[in-house]
């Protein structure tokens, strides 16, 4: 959100998960809104599943005149709100995913998505847990940093 606000968006919509989904759902939607909240920017949000179709159908109930950028809960709803904007030739906007997936940065590369470090934080959970068993490692917290991509 900081990223789009620096390029100007004041109009940024958010396609998400239903808030049952405690991370891709309730978490992501809440920074959404916190964001909005510190920007002081009204927010646009539609809730649905985590499938293509669903950012296909719920793209319609967030983007109006006004909107430049939308945001999504997962790179999979990017995918479904990118094919619903060429289908109806809506003037590019700035789309956001999470999860930096090889398929959306192929197939459009201007597409922002963040990078959440599962493949780096699989390997140091293995190399804590290997610790653990030898003995020469107590348990300790590990915090993967996310990043823009």
Do not use: W
């Amino acid at each position: 959100m900081e990223r789009l606000q620096q390029q100007g968006h004041r109009h940024i919509s958010y396609l998400g998960v239903q808030l049952a989904d405690a991370t891709t759902g309730m978490r992501r939607h809440q920074a959404y809104l916190d964001a909005c909240r510190q920007q002081r920017i009204t927010p646009s949000v539609a809730l649905g599943e985590l499938s293509y179709q669903s950012g296909f159908q719920l793209a319609s109930e967030v983007i109006g005149p006004q909107t430049t950028a939308l945001v999504c809960a997962s790179d999979t709803i990017a995918l479904g709100a990118i094919k619903y904007l060429q289908q109806q030739h809506i003037a590019p906007l700035q789309v956001c995913g999470i999860g930096n997936t090889p398929l959306l940065n192929f197939l459009f590369p201007e597409t922002f998505s963040v990078e959440l470090g599962y493949g780096s934080a699989g390997l140091q959970a293995a190399q804590q847990l290997l610790g653990q068993l030898s003995g020469e490692q107590g348990i300790r917290q590990i915090i993967v940093p996310s990043k823009l991509a």
